[in-house]
């Protein structure tokens, strides 16, 4: 079964500091793995999606790169608008999407 | 583009009624649709996959003559929640994946919260 692990649980940044968050999986032949951002009481919206180690996608602030075993996406000099839960997840042959439980990222101006 | 929307977003109802949640891809057609379940704090759980036109598979543990999934359109998805309880109160998301190019990426519809009483 696929296991998807996501740290920290919480992050709690100051305006302009950069960080990273960080997505571990063990998968049986991963396909490919998304980002997702969450707002409290909505429905994720996607970010990227990465496919090959070594495969890098960036948009506006953020910035996600994929390795063999782990997934990273960095914050690069965040603003208060980029408050809000990340999620990775990994897909399989079937298009199940398989959830991490999610990284809730404040940003204090 | 790929706009999903869910109705209701919030419905409060009584033990033992039933709920329906519709999920519509507004400007792609889906040949897959996804329903999951949120508790507070937690990630997302898929429930069930549907396919226009066929029966819904559904993941190991959830009750499929409790969560009714109807798939009648490429561009709609229905989910039923029958003799609701309080311990069926989630927030309800649905998914969708665009069916006219190869892709996997799934959009998902703003949500639904459901409070049972």
């Known amino acids: 079964e696929d296991q998807v692990t996501q740290s920290p649980e919480a992050l709690r940044l100051q305006e302009g500091e950069s960080s990273s968050l960080n997505c571990s999986y063990t998968?049986?032949?991963?396909?490919?793995l998304f980002w997702y951002r969450q707002d409290p009481g909505k429905g994720p919206e996607f970010l990227f999606t990465?496919?090959?180690a070594g495969e890098e996608k960036e948009k506006e602030r953020l910035k996600a790169t994929l390795t063999k075993k782990e997934s990273f996406l960095h914050i690069t000099a965040p603003k208060p608008e980029d408050s809000a839960t990340y999620l990775c997840a990994t897909i399989r042959g079937d298009y199940k999407l398989s959830f991490g439980a999610g990284t809730t990222v404040t940003v204090r101006a | 583009g790929a706009v999903v929307s869910q109705h209701p977003s919030r419905v409060i109802c009584k033990s033992g009624t039933s709920v329906k949640i519709e999920c519509r891809s507004l400007d792609f057609q889906a040949t897959t649709m996804f329903w999951y379940r949120q508790f507070p704090k937690q990630s997302l759980m898929l429930m069930a996959t549907?396919?226009?036109?066929?029966?819904?598979?559904?993941e190991q543990g959830v009750e499929k003559d409790k969560f009714l999934i109807n798939h009648a359109s490429l561009t709609l998805s229905t989910l039923t929640v029958t003799s609701a309880h309080p311990e069926d109160s989630s927030f309800y998301i649905c998914?969708?994946?665009?069916?006219?190019?190869?892709?996997?990426?799934?959009?998902f519809g703003p949500g639904t919260r459901l409070t049972v009483l």
């Open positions: 998968v049986s032949g991963l396909r490919g």
């Open positions: 998914s969708a994946r665009p069916g006219t190019v190869n892709t996997d990426t799934q959009y």
């Open positions: 990465l496919y090959s």
């Open positions: 549907s396919n226009e036109g066929s029966k819904a598979t559904y």
